[in-house]
């Protein structure tokens, strides 16, 4: 694909995104304030520019869409569906099953304010439904968290690639804010991976032993060894890919840990306490499953301390807590209800912490 | 009879396993089970068929049906199917559900694919119960009937009439093939006492290689199959049987609902 560069809104981009990676099949539920997604992808089936852009259907419920998410996934296609939190929460069922029969996909949750219907402001709390498993028995999700209009659009590539590497599940985790924001966003020059398939894709038995893409395993010792087995993966993709971004924390004192939307305002804190000369920094997960442990663990054994700001009232906080050790101070700022923290509470918060000289 | 019975082939089907099934003695899953795998050695399609497993009684057929499948969560087979067919079209894929998989938690699932015209197969195995989870009420569960779930018998007051799903369907323009069969011998009375005909069965195989003919023409296409689930309803095999003669086929009664394509006719 030949570069190029647009103006776009968040979800727009993760929707061009998709489709620079290959992105073959779409299946569709609207929910605010995601669905720019499926009406870019829906505007956009049947453009030549993207010849592996094979189907896109509206489903009539979340569970149909994912599950034929599921269906098209087993089939060895790139398949994907997003939605927004109180549809990620009809997601699980399917995530669970795909994590067991190991196929790979990609969901996009772009979270809004919960529980229940909350409104349509920005949130992070699907954290916890989206890093530990959401749905039903123990598995992991592949959870990317981008933060600008740019890493929207690059999300998909980096989230199918992980999700074939790995036969996982990944989701992006966006929030309501990186969705509808307009920024410049350049599409790199890429032609999508090819990802082998035909050890267990469901094309058809011929010259071959049946594939049997399955989550049902009634011998205790065998479903033992399976999920063993899925265990030693997560364990791979916990040493190999986490992402992240740090920011000026060398010298720091003083580091903010934030994602998303959140890790943008923090980052304008950063350089605004820097020109006064105070040595502060930020750590910025980009995969939040598998969490940057180490590199954060590392920071803290440097005498450094803590302020988790996050959109609901303390989830990553965990994450951070067990990362850094009892040993470190680790302080909270946590907005709900759709509210973001501005750069002056999050610069007050970091006073209080008394890093940061009065 | 023997000459109808003379039509059944015998001898190893190419498209099953060599794995004993796990159904009851007198249940009709197993019946159905042989008549798909013949079927699809007919047809010659067992090489791109992909079988897609519905929670139930059915749940364990990738140990009997020798092609490539997908175990669903509970009624999502329909949404599974319809996913791989879209991005596979050249795959014929099939699904059998239970009443309570397609009728009752996945019947917007069924709904949506009939409607849509997606060219997938799917069969119903109708027993009127939850037969794997221990013999519960499902949709299907005839008024009055006793089960687990309605220890003194169905109230119609509280729970409804038996749901009708094939005559639903058949009011669903997008569904291109509708029809409700029985895999269920008929006992009749003759000179020689009681014989019985599996005039019913030889409707049922026609109405599989329909089902496959159908999608392969580009449409949707839906059987059901009138079965019984002695263990659950507390009856002998043969009980069981004559009870669907007697009460079940009265409350759905078998036919055709959609041909669309007018293969029942060639």
């Known amino acids: 694909m030949a570069k190029q560069r647009l103006y776009l809104k968040g979800n727009e981009a993760l929707a061009y995104g998709a489709l620079e990676a290959g992105l073959n099949a779409y299946f569709a539920y609207p929910i605010t304030p995601s669905s720019e997604i499926p009406e870019t992808l829906a505007k956009e089936f049947g453009n030549k520019r993207y010849p592996d852009y094979k189907f896109f259907l509206q489903a009539a419920s979340e569970l149909e869409a994912v599950n034929m998410v599921l269906g098209a996934a087993a089939g060895g296609a790139r398949a994907m569906t997003a939605t927004s939190s109180p549809g990620f929460s009809l997601k699980q069922e399917a995530l669970s099953y795909a994590a067991a029969m190991e196929l790979p996909f990609l969901v996009v949750d772009i979270c809004r304010a919960g529980p229940g219907l909350g409104n349509l402001g920005p949130e992070q709390s699907d954290y916890f439904q989206g890093t530990k498993g959401g749905g039903h028995g123990d598995y992991k999700l592949i959870v990317l968290a981008p933060s600008s209009v740019q890493e929207m659009a690059l999300c998909p590539r980096i989230g199918f690639d992980l999700a074939f590497k790995y036969r996982n599940p990944a989701l992006i985790l966006g929030d309501a804010f990186t969705g509808q924001l307009k920024e410049d966003v350049e599409f790199p020059e890429l032609t999508p991976t090819n990802y082998d398939t035909s050890a267990w894709a469901t094309t058809g038995a011929k010259n071959r032993e049946p594939h049997i893409v399955n989550s049902l395993e009634l011998d205790y010792q065998k479903q033992y060894e399976h999920i063993s087995k899925i265990y030693e993966k997560y364990q791979q993709i916990e040493a190999n890919e986490s992402l992240f971004e740090e920011y000026l924390t060398e010298d720091a004192e003083a580091v903010v840990v934030a994602f998303g939307i959140v890790a943008r305002i923090a980052k304008g804190v950063v350089n605004r306490l820097r020109q006064k000369k105070i040595k502060v920094g930020l750590f910025r997960p980009i995969t939040l499953w598998p969490f940057p442990k180490n590199p954060l663990k590392k920071l803290a054994s440097n005498g450094k301390r803590f302020l988790d700001v996050e959109l609901n009232s303390g989830q990553m906080i965990q994450d951070v807590r067990l990362s850094v050790g009892s040993g470190a101070v680790v302080d909270f700022l946590g907005k709900w209800g759709g509210l973001v923290p501005t750069e002056s509470e999050i610069e007050s918060k970091l006073r209080r912490l008394e890093v940061v000289a009065v | ?266």
């Open chain 2, 1 to 266: 009879m023997s000459q109808l019975a003379l039509k059944v082939k015998l001898g190893k089907i190419k498209s099953l396993t060599d794995n004993p099934t796990h159904y009851c003695a007198g249940c009709e899953h197993g019946t159905l089970t042989r008549l798909i795998g013949s079927t699809m050695d007919e047809l010659g399609i067992r090489e791109k068929t992909v079988m897609i497993d519905s929670v139930g009684c059915s749940v364990l057929a990738y140990n009997y049906i020798n092609c490539d499948h997908i175990v669903a969560a509970h009624g999502r087979a329909p949404a599974v199917a319809a996913g791989l067919k879209r991005v596979r079209p050249e795959l014929m894929v099939f699904t059998v559900q239970g009443d309570g998989d397609a009728a009752s938690i996945g019947l917007l699932e069924l709904i949506y694919a009939a409607q849509r015209s997606t060219p997938i197969t799917v069969f119903l195995v109708n027993n009127g119960i939850y037969g794997m989870t221990g013999g519960q009420m499902a949709p299907t569960t005839l008024a009055g009937q006793v089960t687990t779930t309605t220890p003194y018998g169905r109230d119609p007051a509280l729970t409804g009439l038996e749901l009708d799903v094939s005559k639903l369907l058949g009011e669903i323009e997008g569904a291109a093939y509708v029809k409700r069969a029985s895999l269920v011998v008929t006992e009749l009375e003759s000179q020689r006492g009681k014989v019985y005909t599996i005039k019913n069965l030889l409707d049922a195989k026609k109405s599989v290689e329909n089902a496959f003919k159908v999608q392969a023409l580009g449409g949707f296409a839906f059987v059901e199959f009138l079965s019984t689930c002695s263990i659950n309803w507390k009856m002998s095999v043969l009980e069981a049987k004559r009870f669907v003669q007697d009460h079940t086929i009265k409350k759905f009664p078998l036919g055709v609902y959609r041909d669309t394509f007018g293969v029942e006719k060639k």
